[in-house]
């Protein structure tokens, strides 16, 4: 990124009477996952800001739903939004995200959303 | 007038953080982002926001399957027949950081119950439900409900039985949730008004549910005090 000046107020005009994630719609290119895919939460190093929650990294989780597009909050915390991602809604099994989680509620599930840079196929 | 009753102050410290927002407000005040009058207004605006278009919500896809259909697919597009529009009312607008314009209602079943929390701080669905109750925002809350999210909901009243699941949704990227619970016994023929009554804050949340008789309006109780100061 080498702008000789910098708009601070790109956001604002993308996304007035539009909406945000809306304002990204299109701009991630192909999904690389589908609902009902098996996927693991990278433990990528997380500098200065992100919004996967440690409790999920390492965990396999299904996918639920495409979400919408939009930067990666990494990113975003930077006024970087140069290169949107795919979010998902994804389910975990509460088992595999505690291990002491009581064997009776072996139903029990979370759902959280992820970018595709956090996950992988399994 | 007694002397031993010598009032303490109500609050003797404020946080970090307070001390954070007034300096950045006035700094924006005296940069001219914005006015001292448009912060009033602004949070004048903010204090009339509440549950009440959430409940409407609720209320009406109760009584009308389609609805319900276009809650759960395009929450967003069915807040609109509440009176909210996410893209360009105020507070969310143009999305600031703190409010998306992703709304995602998510559907109880007698067998699965959901039930939100931000665990990175405090994402709220503000322009539907108005400002989060003071609990949510606690680390209490945010740690607790998503490792033991059923003792948690017994603290609160709610105890499940084992063949319901639970679904804890931690709202944290940029969809915001509000629950659609199951519609209770003891309603049949009853108006959106009616229904809309018992929707309370809580049941949209997922920490309760909701219960014919049970409204945001109910009497609090009023006990007398022990040692009544004397005045």
Redesign the interface.
């Known amino acids: 990124m080498s702008k000789t000046h910098f708009d601070r107020e790109h ?2 005009k993308k ?9 990204f719609k299109g701009e991630a290119g192909p999904a690389k996952f589908k609902v009902g895919d098996r996927v693991r939460v990278r433990d990528l190093p997380s500098l200065f800001y992100s ?1 996967t ?1 440690v ?1 999920t990294r390492g965990a396999e989780c299904t996918i639920a739903e495409l ?2 597009e ?1 930067p990666p ?1 990494e990113d975003e915390a930077w006024d970087n939004c140069d290169n949107p991602e795919w ?1 998902y ?1 994804v ?1 975990f099994h ?1 088992k595999d ?2 291990p002491e989680y009581p064997e ?2 072996a ?9 595709e840079r956090w996950l992988e196929a399994v | 007038m007694a002397e031993k009753h010598k009032a303490a102050p109500m609050v003797d410290e404020i946080s970090d953080f307070e001390v954070l927002e007034i300096a950045v407000r006035e700094l924006a005040i005296e940069k001219g982002l914005f006015t001292a009058e448009d912060h009033q207004l602004w949070s004048e605006y903010m204090e009339t926001v509440g549950p009440l278009p959430a409940a409407r919500l609720v209320a009406k896809a109760w009584l009308d399957p389609e609805f319900k259909k276009l809650a759960v697919t395009d929450g ?1 597009k069915a807040s609109l027949e509440v009176g909210i529009n ?3 009312d105020m507070p ?4 600031t950081p703190s409010d ?3 709304l ?1 209602v998510m559907e109880d079943t007698p067998t699965l119950k959901h039930v939100v929390v931000c ?2 701080c405090s994402c709220y669905p503000r322009p539907i439900l108005g400002q989060s109750p003071e609990w949510y925002r606690t680390p209490n809350y945010r740690r607790r409900i ?2 033991w ?2 003792q948690v909901l017994s603290e609160f009243g709610l105890t499940l039985p ?1 063949e319901v ?11 915001r949730f509000i629950v659609l619970p199951v519609r209770p016994e003891g309603t049949e023929g009853w108006s959106e008004d009616q229904l809309a009554e018992i929707v309370t804050r809580d049941c949209l949340i997922g920490v309760a549910v909701p219960k014919p008789g049970k409204t945001a309006t109910d009497k609090r109780p009023v006990h007398p005090a022990i040692n009544p100061v004397d005045h």
């Open positions: 956001h604002v996304a007035t009477d539009v909406g945000d994630p809306q304002c919004r929650m409790y979400v919408y939009s909050a979010f809604s389910i509460q995200l505690w009776a509620y139903d029990d599930t979370l759902e959280t959303e992820l970018s | 967003v996410w893209i360009t969310s607008h143009f999305g998306y314009c992703n995602r665990t990175l998503v490792r999210p059923r084992e699941e639970v679904r804890v949704e931690d709202s944290n990227q940029k969809s």
